[in-house]
């Protein structure tokens, strides 16, 4: 079976792990496991997984811990698991940015649907990712019009290349149009807001 995906599964309950772990490579994904926030960071950065399925509450590093770490440093999506559901918790989910948030306890039958789900909604930013990836390789692969809208963004913010880049990246996700598009969208932009103040 070919594989669907990678996802690194994090959780201090070694039987949930290893229910998780089980369930989810029977469904044919690739898994990494982690039974602590430190490990689960360390094996993030070494293996580049796809996603990322973390519970809440753990000794030493959070999920939560771990899930900003991932966002910032790895660009990673994650996924909660959580026997708790109090809104604290849940305004927290909310602010980090995750995937989706799944109340223990689990049956893998409900897990495997809800990391599909995540897998459909991350595939519609691939071809985000893959523009990204020809930045960083090669950037004169980039279409003239994304290179100028990145240029525009780097004059307007002061950031670095790969930083407007990533703006540009996050925009199009955000409101969901290709990355070609949006570009054009922000040039057309910038055209109508000089055009009163040229000579």
Do not use: W
Request: hydrophobic share 50%.
């Amino acid at each position: 079976m070919a594989q669907k995906g990678k996802i690194l599964v994090v959780d201090d309950d070694r039987l949930v792990l290893a229910t998780l772990t089980h369930g989810l490579a029977a469904a044919g994904y690739e898994i990494i496991d982690a039974d602590n926030g430190d490990d689960a960071i360390l094996l993030a950065r070494a293996h580049k997984p796809d996603l990322a399925l973390l519970d809440i509450r753990m000794e030493g590093k959070s999920g939560f811990d771990v899930a900003a770490y991932l966002r910032e440093y790895c660009q990673m999506p994650f996924m909660f698991l959580s026997a708790f559901s109090d809104d604290e918790t849940v305004a927290q989910v909310k602010e980090l940015g995750a995937v989706a948030y799944l109340v223990k306890p689990l049956d893998i039958r409900q897990i495997v649907p809800a990391v599909e789900a995540a897998f459909a909604q991350l595939s519609k930013r691939q071809g985000v990712d893959a523009a990204n990836t020809s930045l960083a390789q090669a950037g004169d692969v980039m279409s003239q019009t994304i290179a100028m809208a990145v240029g525009v963004l780097m004059h307007r913010y002061s950031l670095p290349r790969a930083a407007a880049f990533e703006r540009l990246q996050r925009l199009a996700v955000t409101e969901s149009r290709p990355l070609q598009v949006q570009a054009e969208r922000l040039l057309d932009a910038v055209e109508l807001l000089s055009k009163p103040g040229e000579a």
